[in-house]
């Protein structure tokens, strides 16, 4: 005698079970698993390229605050403007 008890389930005799995906199915499936992966790949390199553009930002704005001597305040204008804080 076995200490295990198992146990087993009846399906209702209307219930068909199915032990593999139809081919038109898996291939569907196979589809949509690669454009989601496709997805998120182009989400992780468009974040990529997005943090590498403010970088280049941020150091172009550093470069032009040492070359023009600006201080905390100071604002350039859309034409190239220089507004110095009085």
């Known amino acids: 005698m076995s200490d295990q008890n198992t146990t087993q389930t009846t399906l209702p005799s209307n ?3 199915i032990e593999r995906l139809e ?3 898996k291939a569907a499936l196979d589809l949509v698993k690669a454009k989601r992966e496709t997805a998120i790949s182009n989400a992780k390199l468009a974040e990529s390229q997005k943090e590498t553009a403010e ?3 941020n150091n ?3 470069r ?3 070359k023009y001597h600006l201080s905390d305040g100071d604002i350039l204008s859309e034409d190239g ?3 110095r804080k009085s």
Do not use: K, N, P, S
């Open 60 to 62: 172009l704005v550093l």
């Open 55 to 57: 970088l280049v930002y």
């Open 64 to 66: 032009l605050a040492l």
């Open 15 to 17: 219930v068909e079970v």
């Open 23 to 25: 081919d038109a199915d």
């Open 81 to 83: 403007a220089i507004t």
